[in-house]
Nanobody
Framework: QVQLVESGGGLVQPGGSLRLSCAAS????????MGWYRQAPGKQREVVAS???????NHADSVKGRFAISRDNAKNTVYLEMNNLKPEDTAVYYC????????WGQGTQVTVSS
């Protein structure tokens, strides 16, 4: 079992940047596929980006060219670099780990507003 703690959210103006971090503990981090999801008020949770244990990366079309997922297995951490943020990126962002089962963090709020 793995425990996940997200950080790095906050309030940012349109066009600004944030970097989210998700620190994992309790298991062998490198075996997990990791993902970032988000949920806006009144909407379903959606995948933003994912990175496999082997480093294969996918980004949702809505964030391609603006967001970048990465992982540092030595630090048991996955990151989401977010640039050129838009108001529609406002949501609670969740980290997810997958290996046999899915594990979720508690989420971190990202608000994009002027």
């Amino acid at each position: 079992q793995v425990q996940l703690v997200e950080s790095g959210g906050g309030l940012v103006q349109p066009g600004g940047s944030l970097r989210l971090s998700c620190a994992a503990s309790g298991s062998i981090f490198s075996i997990y596929a990791m993902g970032w999801y988000r949920q806006a008020p009144g909407k379903q949770r959606e995948v933003v980006a994912s990175i496999s244990s082997g480093g294969i990366i996918n980004h949702a079309d809505s964030v391609k060219g603006r967001f970048a997922i990465s992982r540092d297995n030595a630090k048991n951490t996955v990151y989401l670099e977010m640039n050129n943020l838009k108001p529609e990126d406002t949501a609670v962002y969740y980290c997810r780990a997958d290996w046999l089962s899915a594990y979720w963090g508690q989420g971190t709020q990202v608000t994009v507003s002027s």
